[in-house]
């Protein structure tokens, strides 16, 4: 069900997840939050006045039948300052599965509708109290796999990306008045349009600005949305060990039989500050095994997907035609050659590395899953293949995908203005559609032109006590 919209009616969920711990809480926003409230909670103190932002001690207790279902704590919270700038109530029930369904159950029955993904801050956003970057920046808040990443996204929730559109727009919208002026006044239009300054000011000030905060989206969402690894390799060179290392515990199935794992494992870790989706794939070989077979396939696949391939060596064992072949596959990927197994002696390291020579490789590590030599190098490694070697200096304000669309559709739009613009005998009326619609684009970024359509989008995504 897409939210509404305009919501006059009261919403409830379940704002923390089931399962068991201490504390859960339900929360309710709207016009009757209170009423609904004094309806199923009889405070200790029978004088409570439910004065705002006040805790209360009591029981939560079903109006039909008397029956206390709970010990709770409660809040009334006087619009507007709570967080929808409606009225709201939160309760602070025990955190059992049974006990907050039963309780959001008798709020529901007391007039209130559950809520849909996002409603409190979509209704957050439609009261005005933040604007759609930063409604957006409160779910990669929650979604944030790294403490960068978390930054990143608080600065955008401060503020910080709102106050640099908004002093664009005001760029452009003193240049459109410019225009505008001398689309009122065609007689003296050469005078006050001034092509030379309005080319000046867009092609060295604005479009500029706006460069940076796409190049801040390219060196930021590394952080943001994380990198895939995948790790390749003949079956028993080390993967699902190596694997069980970075992830700090034994998650894949490590055995000395070939082919143990068939499928490909997912799992999410932390390295060098990068949030990173580990992949451990199925021992590339030939097989005839039909399992084995389909296992080989979908990690071929995932190569396609990877931002960075470590492809595992065995130099317990000599070099190959089979290696080169499986390297033939992984080539052609950003990639960075391990080779495992050095705590084994004797080994064939220096033929592995002759063979490397061969390959025009030079750029490789060494090292020992087993005893852990030179594992400590390998996430500096990791991060070196992809920051480009050097550390990168983290923007300030990094914009999503989405923002960026709209980034890329301003700087489109100043282009064209900038066409005309040095042309003979400029057009103030197309110089004037195309600032518009760049500031339209920028008004999308911030939420000030929205279309249902976008607000649905944007906002199924969180889940729904948010």
Same mark, same amino acid.
């Given at each position: 069900?897409?939210?509404?919209?305009?919501?006059?009616?009261?919403?409830?969920?379940?704002?923390?997840?089931?399962?068991?711990?201490?504390?859960?809480?339900?929360?309710?926003?709207?016009?009757?939050? *209170?009423?609904?409230?004094?309806?199923?909670?009889?405070?200790?103190?029978?004088?409570?006045?439910?004065?705002?932002?006040?805790?209360?001690?009591?029981?939560?207790?079903?109006?039909?039948?008397?029956?206390?279902?709970?010990?709770?704590?409660?809040?009334?919270?006087?619009?507007?300052?709570?967080?929808?700038?409606?009225?709201?109530?939160?309760?602070?029930?025990?955190?059992?599965?049974?006990? /907050?369904?039963?309780?959001?159950?008798?709020?529901?029955?007391?007039?209130?509708?559950?809520?849909?993904?996002?409603?409190?801050?979509?209704?957050?956003?439609?009261?005005?109290?933040? #604007?759609?970057?930063?409604?957006?920046?409160?779910?990669?808040?929650?979604?944030?796999?790294?403490?960068? &990443?978390?930054?990143?996204?608080?600065?955008?929730?401060?503020?910080? %990306?709102?106050?640099?559109?908004?002093?664009?727009?005001?760029?452009?919208?003193? %240049?459109?008045?410019?225009?505008?002026?001398?689309?009122?006044?065609?007689?003296? #239009?050469?005078?006050?349009?001034?092509?030379?300054?309005?080319?000046?000011?867009?092609?060295?000030?604005?479009?500029?600005?706006?460069?940076?905060?796409?190049?801040?989206?390219?060196?930021?969402?590394?952080?943001?949305?994380?990198?895939?690894?995948?790790? &390749?390799?003949?079956?028993?060179?080390?993967?699902?060990?190596?694997?069980?290392?970075?992830?700090?515990?034994?998650?894949?199935?490590?055995?000395?039989?070939?082919?143990?794992?068939?499928?490909?494992?997912?799992?999410?870790?932390?390295?060098?500050?990068?949030?990173?989706? /580990?992949?451990?794939?199925?021992?590339?070989?030939?097989?005839?095994?039909?399992?084995?077979?389909?296992?080989?396939?979908?990690?071929?696949?995932?190569?396609?997907?990877?931002?960075?391939?470590?492809?595992?060596?065995?130099?317990?064992?000599?070099?190959?035609?089979?290696?080169?072949?499986?390297?033939?596959?992984?080539?052609?990927?950003?990639?960075?050659?391990?080779?495992?197994?050095?705590?084994?002696?004797?080994?064939? *390291?220096?033929?592995?590395?002759?063979? /490397?020579?061969?390959?025009?490789?030079? #750029?490789?590590?060494?090292?020992?899953?087993?005893?852990?030599?030179?594992?400590? *190098?390998?996430?500096?490694?990791?991060?070196?293949?992809?920051?480009?070697?050097?550390?990168?200096?983290?923007?300030?304000?990094?914009?999503?995908?989405?923002?960026?669309?709209?980034?890329?559709?301003?700087?489109?739009?100043?282009?064209?203005?900038?066409?005309?613009?040095?042309?003979?005998?400029?057009?103030?009326?197309?110089?004037?559609?195309?600032?518009?619609?760049?500031?339209?684009?920028?008004?999308?970024?911030?939420?000030?032109?929205?279309?249902? #359509?976008? /607000?649905?989008?944007?906002?199924?995504?969180?889940?729904?006590?948010?």
């Amino acid at each position: 069900m897409e939210p509404k919209l305009y919501p006059e009616d009261t919403i409830a969920a379940i704002a923390t997840p089931l399962g068991r711990g201490a504390i859960g809480v339900i929360k309710i926003s709207g016009e009757a939050s *209170l009423s609904i409230l004094k309806r199923i909670f009889r405070p200790k103190n029978p004088k409570a006045s439910f004065q705002s932002h006040r805790l209360h001690y009591g029981f939560i207790v079903d109006p039909e039948t008397e029956k206390v279902i709970d010990e709770v704590m409660a809040v009334y919270m006087q619009k507007p300052k709570t967080y929808t700038k409606e009225d709201v109530v939160e309760i602070y029930a025990h955190s059992g599965s049974f006990i /907050l369904k039963k309780i959001l159950e008798l709020v529901l029955k007391a007039g209130a509708r559950p809520a849909q993904p996002g409603e409190f801050t979509l209704r957050a956003y439609l009261n005005g109290r933040i #604007d759609l970057s930063q409604a957006e920046a409160i779910q990669e808040l929650i979604s944030a796999k790294s403490e960068k &990443a978390l930054q990143l996204s608080l600065n955008v929730l401060l503020g910080k %990306l709102s106050e640099k559109i908004n002093q664009i727009k005001e760029n452009l919208l003193d %240049l459109l008045a410019q225009v505008e002026s001398a689309i009122d006044f065609p007689e003296e #239009d050469l005078e006050i349009l001034s092509p030379p300054l309005l080319i000046e000011k867009i092609s060295s000030q604005i479009i500029p600005e706006l460069e940076k905060l796409i190049k801040n989206y390219q060196e930021g969402k590394v952080y943001k949305e994380g990198i895939s690894l995948v790790i &390749a390799g003949k079956p028993n060179v080390g993967k699902s060990s190596l694997m069980n290392v970075l992830l700090k515990e034994e998650r894949a199935i490590v055995t000395p039989i070939p082919g143990t794992t068939r499928d490909f494992l997912e799992e999410e870790a932390t390295i060098e500050g990068l949030p990173v989706k /580990l992949i451990d794939t199925a021992g590339i070989r030939p097989t005839e095994d039909p399992v084995e077979k389909i296992g080989v396939e979908r990690a071929k696949n995932k190569f396609k997907e990877a931002d960075l391939i470590l492809f595992l060596l065995d130099v317990s064992s000599p070099p190959s035609e089979e290696e080169r072949e499986i390297f033939e596959e992984v080539k052609p990927y950003p990639h960075l050659i391990l080779l495992n197994k050095i705590d084994l002696k004797p080994n064939y *390291l220096k033929d592995w590395e002759k063979e /490397l020579a061969n390959w025009k490789i030079n #750029d490789y590590l060494a090292i020992s899953v087993k005893d852990g030599t030179n594992l400590d *190098l390998l996430g500096k490694k990791i991060f070196e293949k992809i920051t480009g070697g050097k550390e990168p200096e983290i923007p300030e304000v990094v914009p999503n995908l989405r923002q960026k669309v709209d980034l890329e559709k301003a700087i489109k739009c100043l282009g064209n203005a900038l066409k005309e613009l040095k042309k003979p005998n400029p057009l103030p009326e197309i110089i004037a559609i195309e600032l518009r619609e760049a500031i339209s684009a920028l008004s999308e970024i911030i939420g000030e032109i929205t279309t249902e #359509d976008l /607000l649905t989008k944007i906002f199924c995504t969180f889940c729904i006590g948010k």
